[in-house]
């Protein structure tokens, strides 16, 4: 069983930076962190597999970065540069299967962190 605790979101201007925390607790081969905005679809960020590999959607890349801790078993997303587009509900997701992961089928998922940009 796996589980997800989001944190560390908030209000900030633009141009500002936050970082998220994912507590994972079990195993999982992959994290990885979504977005979604009112009236918007759900949006993968970034993810980073147990190797350390990661990827990122375009619209973040060189603003984003997704790094984990093994000590503590947590994910994070730094972001900075933020803009009001950035504004969503933040989630994790993670699975501990390979193929899962490569299909973006995550089965576990967190309650969220809301991100506000405000101009």
């Known amino acids: 069983q796996v589980t997800l605790v989001e944190s560390g979101g908030g209000s900030v201007q633009a141009g500002g930076s936050l970082r998220l925390s994912c507590a994972v607790s079990?195993?999982?081969?992959?994290v990885a962190w979504f977005r979604q905005a009112p009236g918007k679809e759900r949006e993968g960020v970034a993810h980073?597999?147990?190797?350390?590999?990661?990827r990122y959607a375009d619209s973040v890349k060189g603003r984003f970065t997704i790094s984990k801790d093994n000590a503590d078993n947590t994910v994070y997303l730094q972001m900075n540069n933020l803009t009001p587009g950035d504004t969503a509900m933040y989630y994790c997701?993670?699975?501990?299967?390979?193929?899962?992961?490569?299909?973006?089928?995550?089965?576990?998922w967190g309650q969220g962190t809301q991100v506000t940009l405000s101009s």
């Open positions: 079990g195993w999982t081969f992959c």
């Open positions: 997701a993670a699975d501990p299967l390979r193929t899962r992961c490569q299909r973006g089928d995550y089965r576990y």
């Open positions: 980073i597999l147990n190797d350390g590999n990661t």
